[in-house]
C-alpha cells in the first residue's frame, strides 16, 4: 500500500512538473498574442468560448467536462492577466451573487471592484475606469431585473457575454442567537426567491428589501431580532450562522448576468444577440414585429416587455435571439425590423454561456 501511494505520487510530481511547463508555454504564446494586438484590446470573449468548448469536446474523462472547463477558465485569466489583469465592476460589495459571477466568468486573475448601485457599473464601464461590468439581468423565479434592462435601453454600452449562475440562498443569524427573527433582511429578489420558504417558517416575520444581500448581511449581524437571506460567501464576510440551508423555493433557481463593455463580441460559433424594440400602439402590431425571426428562422430565447418611458401603455420588449447578428439568417431579420420598428437598438452579439 505504502509503495503503490508512493509510486502514484510519484507520478503525480512529474506529470505536474510537466503540466507547470505546459502551462507557462502557453502563456507565453499568450504573452506573444498580446504583443500581436498591440496593446489594444486583448480580452475576446468569443476566442475564449471556443477554448471552453474545445475543451469541453475533447475531454477524455474522468474528470467532467464542467470541471476541465472550469481549469482551463482559471488558466486562461492567469495568461491574460500576465498583459494586463482585467478590470470588472459589479454590484457590491464584497460577496454578492454579481461577484460570484464576475469570477465565473472572468477567472481570479481579473480585478473585482464593488459598485454602489448598478447605475454605477454601467457608469464605471461608460467612463472607462473599468474595462467590463457584470449586471444581473433576470431569474428563473423572480423575473427581470428592471434597472438593469432600463439601463441598457439608455446608456451606449455593448452587451459582450452572459453567465448563468446556480444560487443558493441561505437564513443567517448573528452566531448564538436564540430570539426568533422578527425582521428578515434581503435584496427584493432574493426575498422574491424564498416567498414560500418564508412563508411557512417565518410567516410573522417582517421582510425588509435592502440593497445588497451583502448589507442584508451586515445589518442581521448588528441584529439580535433580525435575519438575513444570502449567499454563502455573505455569510462568510460577516462571520453569520447558516441557520439553513438551500431555502430557494425553486430548486434550480439561476440568475442571468450579462457582461457590459465599449464593445460586443465577434462570432463565437453559438452566439446569442440581445436587441429591445417597440412597436406601434396597435392591434396585431407585436405580433408583426417579431413575424420576422420567424420567416428567417431565428429562435427566440426571451422575450421580455418593459413599460417604456415615454407614453402610456406603451412598451419596450428586450428580445434575445440565437445567431450572431452577422449571421445571414440573423442579419436578414434584423434588417427587415429596422424598417417595420418603431424603435431599435442591439444591445450586442455575444457567445452563449460555456460555463
Ligand atoms: C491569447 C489570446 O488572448 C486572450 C487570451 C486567451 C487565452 O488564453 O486563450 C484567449 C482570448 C483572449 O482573451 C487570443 O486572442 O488568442
Request: proline fraction near 5%; include cysteine; aromatic fraction near 6%.
Amino acid at each position: 500500500m505504502d509503495k503503490a501511494l508512493q509510486q502514484h505520487r510519484a507520478a503525480i510530481d512529474a506529470i505536474d512538473d510537466e503540466m507547470l511547463k505546459l502551462v507557462n508555454a502557453r502563456a507565453m504564446h499568450a504573452q506573444a498574442i498580446g504583443a500581436l494586438k498591440g496593446g489594444g484590446l486583448i480580452y475576446r470573449p468569443e476566442r475564449e468560448a471556443q477554448v471552453l468548448r474545445r475543451v469541453k469536446e475533447n475531454n477524455p474523462g474522468p474528470l467532467s467536462g464542467e470541471s476541465v472547463a472550469r481549469l482551463f477558465r482559471e488558466i486562461m485569466s492567469a495568461c491574460l492577466a500576465l498583459e494586463k489583469p482585467l478590470k470588472v465592476a459589479y454590484l457590491g460589495p464584497e460577496g454578492t451573487f454579481s461577484q460570484a459571477a464576475a469570477i465565473k466568468h472572468f477567472g481570479h486573475a481579473a480585478h473585482t471592484e464593488g459598485c454602489a448601485s448598478i447605475d454605477d457599473v454601467f457608469r464605471n464601464v461608460e467612463a472607462g475606469t473599468v474595462d467590463y461590468g457584470v449586471v444581473p439581468v433576470e431569474n428563473s423565479t423572480g423575473g427581470a431585473v428592471g434597472t438593469t434592462l432600463d439601463l441598457l435601453l439608455e446608456a451606449p454600452l455593448k452587451v459582450c457575454g452572459e453567465v448563468d449562475l446556480r444560487v443558493h440562498q441561505f437564513l443567517l443569524r448573528k452566531p448564538g442567537t436564540m430570539a426568533k427573527a422578527v425582521k428578515v433582511y434581503s435584496h427584493a429578489q432574493s426575498l422574491a426567491q424564498c416567498h414560500e420558504w418564508l412563508n411557512q417558517h417565518l410567516p410573522g416575520a417582517e421582510r425588509i428589501p435592502v440593497v445588497s444581500n451583502t448589507k442584508a448581511a451586515k445589518l442581521a449581524s448588528e441584529d439580535e431580532n433580525a435575519a438575513a437571506i444570502a449567499g454563502e460567501a455573505a455569510a462568510e464576510v460577516y462571520g453569520l450562522e447558516k441557520v439553513a440551508q438551500n431555502i430557494e423555493d425553486e430548486p434550480n433557481n439561476t440568475t442571468r448576468f450579462l457582461v457590459i463593455a465599449l464593445h460586443d463580441a465577434a462570432p463565437s460559433g453559438r452566439d446569442k444577440t440581445s436587441l429591445v424594440l417597440s412597436s406601434k400602439n396597435q392591434p396585431g402590431a407585436v405580433y408583426e414585429l417579431l413575424a420576422p425571426f420567424a420567416r428567417f428562422g431565428v429562435s427566440m430565447s426571451k422575450l421580455e416587455s418593459r413599460p417604456s418611458r415615454t407614453g402610456l401603455w406603451e412598451y419596450m420588449f428586450f428580445v434575445d435571439v440565437e445567431g450572431h447578428h452577422q449571421d445571414e439568417k440573423v442579419a436578414q431579420a434584423l434588417a427587415e425590423l429596422r424598417d417595420k420598428a418603431a424603435f431599435l437598438k442591439i444591445l450586442g452579439s455575444y457567445p452563449a454561456a460555456v460555463l
